[in-house]
């Protein structure tokens, strides 16, 4: 069974079961997927990152479905009703859900009315009724009467429902019955009496049809939301009204129902109807159901785990002193300064804005500050009063242009979390929790990564409806994305933190603290090799970690390099055949070497040429170059807007229908997926992602509804109408901060064009709508 399954994921996969088997012995060996992707291509093939993560999904979801196999086999077994048939059904069984529809009938269950009806001795009365229609069910039934089953009547709701419950159970038809449904079928909603003005963020499903299949993510998760807040009624619908369904058909034809006119045709054509209203069809909502927010929650998390790999993989200013400011009106702007290596040097709490208005004295402090500790930048978190603190630093700026000041705006997402977590406790002991977050905004500018791991990724907030998803299921996908960026961009042995260290490959919580304690008892590491003497980090958690982790300045250079310790050995033969020479960072020595020379039995060619490539640009940093965007003067809210300004922003986030821009005005505007490019666009992260500096123009501008429709096409005209196959809804889901910010609400969802209805808000929904951007139709 276990070749079986690797050649199913090497199928799915599109490449060679061999290369499965190996990446599987690997995972089974405690290898991690950042160590097996990285330093043991030979074995896998090459296979890279995505893949084994698929693969490791896969391989999880197969052995579950197999231990479920093998429990279903024995629960039958015993019960004595195995037969070769049904065994090589159940072997056959590709997916859970045909493995439980095979396992329906022989499940053990409460005592249902069926049940009581076999115990009453109906169920001769059942099955002689539709093996032979030709009798009059009146008439047989009389048979049936005893002092348990009262009369006639009685009788024949008892065999009707044990036939009930055997259509229902066929596994075959349910199947078959469910891919009718998914195919042909459409979710409906319709708002609930009474809830038209408390739920008027869901309008634009409280009537509202589309097939299932068609159906996305967010539209799912948002209809679902809104059954979930009580202000839609949800009906799975099994096909269009207009077409005749044929599902009461295909159960009557299963088990040869057929209206001859014969005495009991219409009593098992009822039986049938019965059957399909009250037990098929609710069956099948609930399986469809399942399946809509498996699909709905597994795209919402693909959306989230893309936006936080954009991230963390943000471009980090790098080792310079930065000023944070945590903005704030009335408890005012907490200031935090660290140095080069993030630490804290000083803090303080200015007053610039309302109510106190201590402008002048505010920029005064800050220039003393910066003139003080050489600070070259100044981070300025993005909630509330981030704008007119942003116009503080600019007239800082102005005012002290001897100070070389760079000023950048950042996601304080999260920066609340950290503050009050337990490790910023131990971390910054005796700082208030409100200067915490400065102190996280300005390291956050420096290096995003080492800074965001700190914190628990659900709270950075760039997904859609992430409250709405499955905790196990989100977790696992976001911290693998965690524990992939980490080990792609390496880390500083010698100045992680304790979180940092937990997300390299081979290294668990208990591991990270035992490193911080031995560098901070015996110094610096001076090479990887000193790893081995930190308690319990044993030869296996060596082998995962130490590729990943840098020491720069070391007592070897190439512990500064994601060459692996066990592959110093080919290192030292190269510089052998160059007769010493140095070779890190010396490309014209490097390219005279030949990768095919230094292959021998443990390291193949992929694992020589990346060898060549690190000691070229050693320590090289996947992450893009550090810049900022800057925000128009006079620009600083929604109602400074006007429908054509040119303005440069930054992407927040990118959801499946488009992508969320921050123009300095305290709520972030909506490119939609068509306004992207003037080619088609499956995929806006194929275009935009998080972190990108863009320029874009104001389409639309929606004050009442805090929305702001904005184009990366910078010649389209305000009101100009999308190309037809890229029109699409505009609603996304909390986490994703168009509408978030300033008290704007939870994200109802969107409503696609094939329902028209009037405007419900005059020109502008009309303009909205004419733009593909939303809005009443």
Not at 79 to 98: M, N, P, T, V
Not at 118 to 131: I, M
Not at 281 to 298: C, P
Not at 576 to 604: C, H, M, W, Y
Request: aromatic share 4%; hydrophobic share 40%.
């Amino acid at each position: 069974m276990t070749t079986a399954i690797h050649q199913r994921i090497a199928e799915e996969l599109g490449v060679r079961a061999g290369q499965v088997s190996a990446a599987v012995d690997l995972l089974d060996g405690g290898s991690t997927v950042p160590f097996i992707a990285r330093y043991r291509k030979e074995a896998t093939g090459a296979l890279d990152d995505t893949q084994l993560r698929t693969l490791e999904e896969r391989l999880g979801y197969l052995r579950e479905l197999e231990e479920r196999r093998a429990a279903v086999l024995e629960s039958v077994r015993s019960q004595g009703k195995l037969d070769e048939a049904l065994e090589a059904s159940i072997l056959a069984a590709d997916s859970k859900a045909r493995l439980e529809d095979l396992y329906l009938p022989y499940k053990p269950k409460r005592r249902t009315k069926a049940q009581i009806a076999r115990e009453q001795g109906l169920e001769p009365l059942a099955e002689g009724l539709l093996d032979d229609p030709t009798q009059d069910p009146q008439e047989v039934a009389k048979a049936f009467v005893t002092e348990e089953v009262a009369d006639v009547a009685a009788a024949l709701l008892g065999a009707r429902a044990i036939l009930v419950e055997r259509f229902g159970e066929d596994g075959d038809l349910i199947g078959e019955l469910r891919e009718r449904m998914w195919t042909q079928g459409r979710l409906a909603s319709k708002v609930r009496e009474g809830k038209e003005e408390d739920g008027a963020k869901f309008a634009d499903y409280f009537d509202f049809s589309e097939p299932f299949g068609k159906l996305p993510s967010h539209r799912i998760l948002a209809l679902l939301r809104g059954e979930k807040e009580e202000v839609l009624d949800l009906q799975f619908d099994p096909a269009d009204e207009d077409e005749p369904t044929g599902y009461e058909a295909r159960i009557a034809s299963r088990f040869g129902v057929d209206d001859r006119g014969r005495p009991a045709d219409r009593w098992l054509g009822d039986t049938v109807r019965w059957a399909w209203r009250t037990r098929i069809l609710v069956h099948l909502g609930i399986d469809l159901r399942s399946r809509l927010r498996a699909f709905a929650e597994d795209e919402a998390v693909k959306v989230f785990a893309s936006n936080l790999r954009d991230l963390l993989l943000a471009a980090p200013a790098g080792t310079r002193a930065t000023m944070g400011l945590d903005p704030g009106f009335r408890t005012g702007v907490k200031v935090a300064v660290v140095d080069a290596t993030g630490k804290v040097v000083d803090t303080d709490v200015i007053y610039p804005h309302v109510p106190a208005n201590r402008w002048d004295e505010s920029i005064a402090k800050l220039a003393v500050l910066a003139r003080k500790h050489d600070v070259e930048l100044i981070s300025i978190g993005n909630g509330t009063a981030s704008r007119e603190t942003d116009k503080l630093a600019v007239e800082l700026l102005k005012r002290h242009p001897e100070l070389k000041l760079t000023k950048a705006v950042v996601s304080e997402a999260g920066a609340s979390v950290y503050s009050a977590s337990a490790f910023a406790s131990a971390e910054l002991p005796g700082m208030d929790v409100s200067l915490r977050g400065a102190v996280s905004i300005a390291r956050r500018l420096q290096d995003p990564l080492a800074e965001l791991v700190k914190i628990d990724p659900k709270s950075i907030g760039v997904g859609q409806y992430q409250h709405d998803l499955s905790e196990t299921k989100l977790s696992k996908s976001l911290d693998a994305v965690v524990e992939d960026c980490v080990n792609a961009v390496g880390v500083d042995l010698n100045t992680a933190s304790a979180p940092l260290l937990t997300r390299v490959s081979g290294i668990t919580a208990g591991l990270a603290e035992n490193i911080v304690q031995h560098r901070d008892s015996n110094g610096p590491f001076r090479s990887r090799r000193a790893l081995k003497d930190v308690a319990r980090l044993g030869p296996k958690a060596f082998e995962q970690c130490a590729g990943f982790l840098r020491i720069p300045n070391g007592d070897d250079p190439l512990d500064a390099s994601s060459v692996h310790p066990e592959a110093y050995p080919v290192v030292r033969r190269m510089q052998e055949r160059v007769g010493g020479e140095q070779l890190i960072g010396n490309t014209a020595v490097l390219k005279s070497l030949r990768p095919q020379e230094f292959v021998d039995d443990t390291f193949g060619l992929p694992t020589v040429t990346d060898i060549l490539r690190e000691l070229e640009k050693p320590g090289r940093d996947p992450r893009p170059a550090f810049k900022t965007a800057t925000f128009a003067e006079g620009v600083e809210k929604i109602a400074d807007l006007k429908p054509g300004m040119v303005l440069e922003g930054v992407v927040t986030n990118v959801a499946a229908f488009g992508a969320f821009v921050d123009v300095g005005v305290h709520q972030d505007g909506l490119v939609h997926i068509s306004a992207l490019s003037n080619t088609y666009v499956k995929d806006p992260r194929d275009v935009v992602k998080s972190g990108d500096v863009v320029r874009v123009k104001v389409l639309e501008v929606d004050i009442p509804r805090k929305r702001i429709g904005l184009t990366l096409r910078l010649e389209d005209e305000p009101g100009r109408k999308p190309p037809r196959e890229q029109r699409d809804d505009r609603r996304g889901g909390d986490g994703q901060r168009g509408g978030q910010r300033n008290g704007g609400g939870q994200r109802g969802g969107g409503k696609p064009r094939q329902q028209e209805r009037p405007p419900a808000n005059g020109a502008m929904a009309e303009a909205l709508r004419r733009a593909g951007l939303g809005g009443a139709k």
